[in-house]
């Protein structure tokens, strides 16, 4: 009888899919675990002990945050509250919300709340990206806050009149028909000036959220108009 | 310009960090995991079909 080639033999071919199937689903199983610590949200005292997390807790919005290039990992990353030594978050440097850097852990979670409820309400996603997800018709917004068009010399700040971005960004998406750009033209959702805060709380955050430099070369990018 | 390795660079130190540190790192992880097992896997198999005479 001519020799059987383990090649053809059923049990080498289940044991191996055995093999692979049970490995990757343990592989899987512990990603998931791994993946839920990691972007879970740090707390207030992580920001005060200097606790770098790639989700920083709301309170974040009580300081300056930057986008820096960032030489080890070769991207930017948001650094919260000025840059230390070693080109990461400082967590020193304070910056005024709505004329406020006090804003304690319970104002913040629940003014991210409202931004976050708004979003989805209005539907944000409908034409832009929020961390990944969503629609390319209009910006990105994942890393909006750090556009400089909205910081002191920017043009969206200019055209709004207001003298803060976080006012500035209030402004427009309260009434963002009376400001068009050169860009497509953004509907007017009948946001109030509290729902506003909120989202502009909301994207303030989502930029302080290390994306591991997504999206990609937005710093880089002369005025990062657009955030594309 | 780029050494062969380079230091860890993510955020958190994670296993799956060090798989994701460049373009083969994962591959040859996962190639490793697959095929030496099979080799194990066939060896067996083998002597097994010549201990039934086949």
Not at chain 1, 40 to 53: E, F, L, P, Y
Not at chain 1, 147 to 168: C, F, I, L, V, Y
């Amino acid at each position: 009888m001519a020799k059987r080639s383990v090649w053809s033999d059923n049990r080498f071919w289940q044991r191996t899919a055995a093999w692979i199937t049970g490995f990757a689903s343990v592989l899987l199983i512990w990603l998931t675990f791994d993946t839920s610590a990691q972007i879970s949200m740090g707390t207030d005292a992580d920001i005060q002990n200097g606790v770098t997390k790639r989700v920083p807790a709301p309170t974040v919005i009580n300081y300056k945050v930057t986008y820096e290039f960032n030489k080890k990992r070769q991207h930017e990353i948001p650094v919260i509250g000025g840059m230390n030594a070693e080109g990461t978050s400082a967590f020193q440097e304070k910056e005024k919300f709505f004329g406020r850097d006090d804003w304690s852990e319970a104002e913040a979670a629940e003014l991210l709340r409202l931004g976050k409820l708004g979003s989805q309400a209005k539907n944000c996603m409908n034409c832009h990206t929020l961390l990944g997800n969503g629609a390319y018709y209009a910006p990105d917004l994942t890393k909006a806050w750090l556009d400089p068009a909205w910081g002191p010399n920017g043009s969206m700040q200019a055209m709004t009149g207001k003298s803060t971005k976080e006012e500035a960004m209030a402004e427009f998406l309260q009434h963002p028909s009376q400001y068009p750009t050169h860009a497509r033209m953004m509907p007017n959702l009948g946001i109030t000036a509290e729902e506003a805060k909120g989202l502009v709380a909301f994207l303030k955050h989502m930029a302080s959220i290390d994306s591991n430099g997504f999206p990609r070369n937005f710093g880089k990018m002369q005025g990062a108009v657009n955030g594309k | 310009m780029n050494a062969m390795f380079e230091p860890f660079t993510d955020v958190v130190p994670s296993f799956f960090g060090t798989l994701a540190q460049g373009p083969l790192t994962l591959t040859i992880f996962l190639h490793t995991v697959i095929v030496l097992p099979m080799i194990w896997i066939y060896k067996q198999e083998k002597a097994r079909l010549e201990q039934e005479g086949n």
